[in-house]
């Protein structure tokens, strides 16, 4: 019997009964063995898609039976002969005819049957074809696709129909009306008739002149006629339907070329892919090609009919009615909500799919497809992402050319609202798409692959370049130097920060990363980030002379082995301060979510989770802000629209702090507010942090505490006592009283109950755990104390509570090693009695380590005042803002100076409180540094510095300059460009107004460089005179652009290709003839890369997936972007909310650039060959490049 199948034994026999009686096919079969190769002879009998076999024909029972729907039968050969076996044996067996059944059910095993005779066998293998039902089933899914088509095409013909209908009414009106127009023309022409017969008598002279005159009216007729068509065509109503009709001419393209890409889409993949998990070993199962390709099919056919409806309104040119079309589209585009959800959920089965070796070695097959065109399944699975925008902007532009009394406004304003409301709904949905792509485009250059990258939670940072110091034993650095190139090429490290972890790879000659072997991957949960060497330290003393202060360590703490410090150099200052930023600030937020949740865990029986989820203001729309379905990394919905006051609200939030939130904030918060305001909420958080923050986080975290506290006191024993804390964010405490910035991650590691824990014990438990006491009234009994230790005294084994101490994993791992807790008095380790919550225990510790508690707060007052945590968190909140705000967009700064006061003179009022803890005053200090520092970028060379060398050597000529020389300079060159474009520049399209040279003058430097560039490169091709010349010099620039392209420089590819495409150069034939076949061929595949096509879709594609910085992008592919965004949604809703999923999108390419600005290209600066590339003596302006083009090669005769 099959497996998994239940039966009644009764129905079984009553079956057995009807397929002896009434079987489709019965006879005697031979059936092989399982357990060995010998044959049996039974009795089958086939009713209906059951088989049955009995032991003999007159047995009443029947001894098995098989279930056939969803088989397969085939012919099978004859086994092989035996060499002694009779002459007759052998006959016998070549006439007997073998056919097997294969089931789709996994485990089942094959049924092995043989009969005499050939027909016999065919007439077996047909009745059990036909009792497997597939050509039912393959009939019914055909079947139900032309239903879903018929049922369109039905719908579209209804309305054809109607409007057919009006047709004919108005064409019966019309005939009406012509046949009275007739009756009255024959009454005319019966009372004309008398007057031509004394026509034909007229005199020849009259008939002439008649005729003049005819042609006279008819010529001033059309000349008036032509006037009126003249003056129309020149009017403002014709350009508008000009541009509507180009824009409707626009939209069938694309939508031909989205058809297409579906059509790729299924037949390429997902229909093959089916036909491979119907396969006897399948690679993918079919519920994983469902999972990935959900309604792709379905989306394909509903979009082949609108294209048709197109192509069909396109034939009635130039009457272009679509509102008709977009009413039969629109019902049917809710399929797209349904995928756009289903997407990321689809690239994750794909990527546990490609884990299969099978599938993965298919998929390359089925991508190698030369209709892929190179493209990849997960680029043609995010096609359908775009569609509705585009549709969006498509009538958008068409409503803008459309007059207001025009027949399909209404349907096409309404087509458009409903498409942005759909539009809406799944853009919640883009952003952790993105992040998934991305982490799955890094986790497929890993060779070794990463499974941390499959986590939906983690969220990319950044990337980039880092160098390795080769070794550190006992805190010492290896005596080696930055600038030697053995370190520069064996250290270089491929780095990748995300939300939880930091990776670090090296690069094989094939561009392939590979983790490092150990400290690959870092738990940033483990890790503590010092950006400075300490000053104390021998071997550190130098390094900051050896590095030039671009070296940081972060110090690894792995729970179940031997703890490692990696150190790491930047390639400069600027991209330092930026690392050791986002690292501090992925730190910092892990560290603050897990001292709140500490907190609430302790004081309440409300959790962080359960307290954010419980709060309403999190989650649920009003009249001041509004949520989308999308979490963020903290598992909070993202903001979609939101009032000023709601956002510094959010920025100000102390349970949680988003690091897209904090970027987005920061990247566009002078598009609705000034930096006044929002400093202005830093200061008054600080100030007044029981104010600022919202009632609802103090109601839940003074929750039920009372009652808390007094059952773990009742019990005698509190179950956080072994708990392991964190210091307060956001640093921790070094080993010496230096400036030194530490931040350590250390959160709930799990511990074993027996080891000691840090005991702040008071043996009063009448007080309020809210309130607080007078250290001159009432003292506490008990008091912790710190004492020092000097580093060469031995502590004694007789102290238990030193001992204790020093196991204790309650004592930060950044507190010195000659710091020791001791209980004063006869209080013991032992006892377990606590008033005090851990964590206010741990940051009075803490505060300790950092050589005594400051005067004016002691240790008593902080360890019953609950109202301390709240405080310091709210103090770690605004450093944790004003340094990442200070390092990553420091030219707020230098643009501001009143804000940079302000700032000052905050971070000195912070630095006044008498009760600040040693990390928030290290944290505090280096921000002023950093704030006061005049060139951050010092090691950068920047264009004015090329541009003023007057101590230069002469410039070179173009020919004694290597094709490698002037890619590394050209990239040199667009890369400080490039880098030099502050981001405030690309907010409200600047590049695009009247002032655009005051608003955005760097961006104009950008441009007139790429023509300055594109300008050389075509003057330089035309100087020369003869055809050879021409030719070498064209395959020589083709070398460099292709060298530009291998250096990530397709800034300079554009440039160099953009003028080789100029006219004056393009129609150059006999110098093109010249050039050869291989460097033709390089071209059309740099054209190719650097293409416009698609919104530069290749090119997107080569920066996402074979692209790291350093690399120097085009710059208006983002400037296009930025376009599309701005003018597709408002910064304001009618309401006067802020449109914050338009400031998150802008905010994303931002930060893309950015991070292309932040990371440099070590290459050498050569005056000789910048002082050429520089030279605008050299540029032949546009009109007499192509008058020489036309000399030098004139135009053929017509």
């Known amino acids: 019997m099959q497996k998994s199948v239940r039966y009644n034994e009764g129905h079984a026999l009553y079956l057995a009964f009807l397929a002896r009686k009434e079987g489709t096919k019965r006879g005697f079969l031979s059936k092989k ?33 098989y279930l056939l729907e969803g088989c397969s ?115 005319t022409k019966e009372r004309m008739r008398p007057y031509q017969g004394n026509q034909e008598d007229e005199d020849p002279d009259i008939k002439k002149i008649k005729k003049v005159q005819s042609f006279m009216r008819g010529w001033l007729c ?154 990849m399944l997960e680029t043609f699975l995010t096609y359908p992402m775009f569609q509705i925008p585009r549709y969006i902007i498509t009538l958008h532009e068409l409503l803008a050319h459309t007059p207001h009394e025009h027949v399909e406004r209404k349907s096409l304003e309404f087509a458009k609202s409903k498409l942005e409301e759909l539009s809406r709904i799944m853009h919640d949905e883009v952003s952790d798409t993105e992040n998934i792509r991305k982490n799955l485009a890094i986790e497929r250059m890993i060779v070794e692959g990463c499974d941390i990258l499959l986590d939906t939670s983690q969220t990319f940072i950044r990337q980039g370049s880092l160098i390795q110091v080769p070794s550190v034993e006992r805190g010492k ?73 671009l070296d940081f360590k972060i110090v690894v703490e792995p729970p179940d082995s031997a703890p490692f410090t990696v150190v790491l150099l930047a390639p400069s200052r600027q991209e330092k301060a930026a690392w050791t930023s986002d690292i501090s600030q992925c730190v910092d937020n892990i560290r603050c979510n897990g001292l709140m949740t500490i907190v609430f865990e302790e004081n309440s029986k409300v959790t962080v989770p359960h307290m954010i989820k419980s709060d309403a203001r999190l989650h649920r729309d009003d009249k001041d802000i509004c949520f989308s379905k999308t979490l963020n990394s903290c598992k909070v919905p993202q903001i979609r629209y939101a009032s000023v006051e709601r956002l510094l609200e959010r920025l100000t939030d102390l349970r949680f702090l988003s690091i897209d939130f ?84 250390s959160l709930t590691s799990p511990l074993n109950s027996k080891i000691g824990a840090l005991d702040l014990s008071a043996s009063s438990t009448t007080s309020s755990p809210t309130s ?102 709210a103090t770690n909140r605004v450093l944790n803002v004003l340094r990442h705000w200070v390092s990553k967009h420091s030219q707020d700064f230098e643009l501001n100076n009143e804000l940079k006061m302000n700032v000052l003179n905050l971070l000195e009022e912070v630095l006044r409180d008498p009760d600040l803890l040693p990390q928030e005053r290290k944290a505090t200090a280096n921000i002023l540094r950093a704030l006061s520092q005049d060139d951050q970028d010092d090691t950068h060379i920047k264009m004015e510095d090329i541009i003023q060398m007057i101590d230069c050597p002469k410039a070179e000529c173009f020919e004694t300059l290597s094709a490698m020389e002037l890619a590394e300079q050209i990239t040199l060159l667009d890369h400080i460009v490039f880098r030099s474009i502050p981001y405030e520049e690309f907010l409200g399209q600047g590049w695009m107004k009247l002032d655009k040279n005051e608003r955005t003058p760097y961006i104009m430097k950008t441009s007139q460089h ?73 071209m059309d595949k ?54 914050f999923s338009k400031m998150r999108m802008i905010s994303h390419i931002i930060r893309e650039i950015r991070q292309f600005q932040q990371t440099s290209y070590r290459i050498d600066h050569q005056p000789k060959v910048t002082q050429y590339l520089l030279d605008k003596t050299l540029i032949i302006d546009e009109d007499t490049l192509y008058e020489l083009s036309l000399k030098i090669e004139p135009r053929l005769p017509a």
């Open 772 to 873: 607080t006491y007078s250290p001159a009234t009432s003292p506490p009994p008990h008091t912790a104390v710190l004492e020092t230790v000097s580093g060469d005294r031995t502590v004694s084994e007789s102290t238990p509570a030193v001992d204790i101490a020093e196991l204790s994993p309650c004592r930060s791992p950044s507190t010195p090693r000659h710091l020791r807790y001791r209980p004063s008095g006869g209080q013991t380790a032992d006892n377990t009695h606590c008033s005090v919550s851990p964590a206010s225990a741990f940051a009075i510790a803490t505060a300790a380590a950092g050589h005594g508690s400051p005067p004016g707060f002691n240790n008593s007052e902080r360890t019953c005042d609950k109202e301390f945590i709240i405080r310091r968190t």
């Open 222 to 375: 059309r000349r008036k006629w032509k006037t009126i068509v003249q003056d129309y065509i020149c009017s403002p109503h014709a350009e508008s339907m000009r541009k509507r009709n180009q824009i409707v001419f626009n939209m069938v393209e694309a939508e031909s070329e989205y058809v297409h890409q579906l059509y790729v889409l299924v037949n390429c993949f997902l229909r093959p892919l089916r036909m491979a998990a119907s396969s006897k070993k399948p690679p993918i199962t079919h519920d994983d090609v469902s999972s990935i390709f959900l309604n792709s099919e379905t989306i394909m056919f509903l979009h082949e009919i609108f294209h048709q409806g197109l192509k069909a309104r396109i034939a009635n040119w130039p009457t272009l009615i679509l509102a008709d079309l977009f009413d039969i589209l629109l019902p049917m585009l809710n399929i797209y909500q349904e995928f756009v959800r289903n997407h990321q959920y689809s690239l994750q089965v794909l990527a546990n799919c490609k884990q299969n070796r099978d599938f993965d070695k298919l998929l390359k097959q089925y991508e190698a497809n030369p209709a892929c065109e190179g493209r």
């Open 73 to 187: 039968c085939e012919r099978t050969p004859a086994p092989p002969k035996a060499a002694s076996g009779a002459v007759g044996g052998k006959d016998s067996l070549d006439k007997q005819y073998y056919f097997t059944v294969l089931f789709g059910h996994e485990g089942q095993k094959p049924l092995e049957l043989r009969c005499e005779e050939e027909h016999e066998g065919k007439e077996w293998m047909d009745a059990i074809h036909q009792a497997s039902y597939s050509d039912i089933l393959i009939e019914r899914e055909v079947l139900m696709q032309k239903y879903i088509h018929l049922v369109q095409i039905v719908e579209t013909e209804k309305i054809a129909a109607n409007q057919l209908r009006h047709q004919l009414e108005d064409q019966d009106t019309e005939i009406e009306r012509l046949k009275s127009e007739i009756i009255a023309l024959n009454k």
């Open 1010 to 1082: 790429f023509n300055d560039m594109s300008n050389l490169v075509a003057s330089q091709i035309m100087n020369y005179a003869d055809v050879s010349s021409r030719a070498n010099c064209i395959e020589k620039w083709v070398a460099v652009a292709d060298i530009c392209r291998c250096m990530h420089n397709y800034n300079g590819v554009l440039e160099i290709t953009s003028a080789l495409n100029r006219s004056a150069i393009y129609r150059l034939k006999k110098t093109w003839a010249k050039v050869s076949k291989q460097t033709k061929a390089l």
């Open 33 to 65: 063995a399982a357990e060995a190769s010998r044959w049996h002879e039974k009795w089958f009998a086939l009713y209906q898609n059951v088989l049955f076999y009995f032991e003999g024909e007159q047995s009443g029972r029947p001894a098995g039976m």
């Open 662 to 745: 904090l970027n987005t904030f920061l990247h566009t918060y002078r598009i609705f507010t000034t930096a006044a305001v929002v400093l202005e909420k830093l200061s008054d958080i600080y100030k007044r942090p029981f104010t600022s923050i919202p009632v609802r986080s103090l109601e839940l975290f003074f929750a039920t505490s009372q009652n808390n506290r007094n059952e773990h006191l009742a019990d005698g024993k509190s179950p956080h006592l072994c708990r392991k804390f964190s210091s307060p964010p956001p640093l921790a405490v070094s080993r010496t009283s230096s400036p030194v910035r530490a931040r350590k991650l």
């Open 1086 to 1139: 740099l054209q190719k890369i650097v293409s416009s096509e698609g919104r530069f879709k290749n090119l997107r594609e080569t920066l996402k997936n074979n692209c790291n910085p350093p690399a120097v992008p085009y710059l208006g592919m983002y400037l296009t972007d930025l376009a599309f965004i701005e003018e597709g949604t408002p910064n304001f809703t009618e309401e006067g909310l802020v449109n």
């Open 477 to 549: 650095l290896s005596k080696v130097r930055l600038g030697s190139l053995s370190l520069k090429k064996e250290g270089e490290r491929q780095c990748f920060l995300f939300t939880k972890h930091f990776l670090i790879c090296t690069r094989s000659s094939g561009g392939k990363l590979h983790l490092l072997k150990t400290g690959g991957v870092l738990s940033l949960i483990e890790c503590t980030l010092i950006e400075e060497p300490d000053a104390s330290e021998d071997d550190s003393k130098g390094s900051g002379q050896v590095f030039g202060h």
